[in-house]
């Protein structure tokens, strides 16, 4: 193979770059919502079981997971979009 021609890439970055980091976050702030929720069901089921309750904390703790997983979430955007003002002053 020669210099001149250049090594086709499957993907190429410098292309798609908007696409790439608006898929990565979207995936970041899925999965996070997904493991407050998931760890919060959890430790009410846990709970449940401890407890001797019948689905009380596993309800209480799905909703807690929900609270959490969105506050999160929300600060998560609101770290991205500082960083993203602060490159376009400069």
Do not use: H, P
């Not at 493991?35 to 001797?52: A, E, P, R, T, V």
């Amino acid at each position: 193979m020669s210099d001149d021609k250049k090594k086709k890439s499957f993907f190429n970055y410098d292309k798609n770059r908007d696409w790439t980091e608006n898929f990565a976050l979207v995936t970041q702030l899925g999965l996070t919502m997904a493991g407050s929720i998931l760890f919060c069901f959890f430790i009410g089921m846990y709970l449940d079981k401890w407890l001797g309750t019948k689905g009380l904390f596993l309800v209480i703790g799905i909703f807690l997971g929900i609270a959490g997983g969105g506050v999160t979430v929300y600060r998560q955007i609101m770290d991205m979009l500082k960083d993203k003002r602060k490159d376009k002053d400069e």
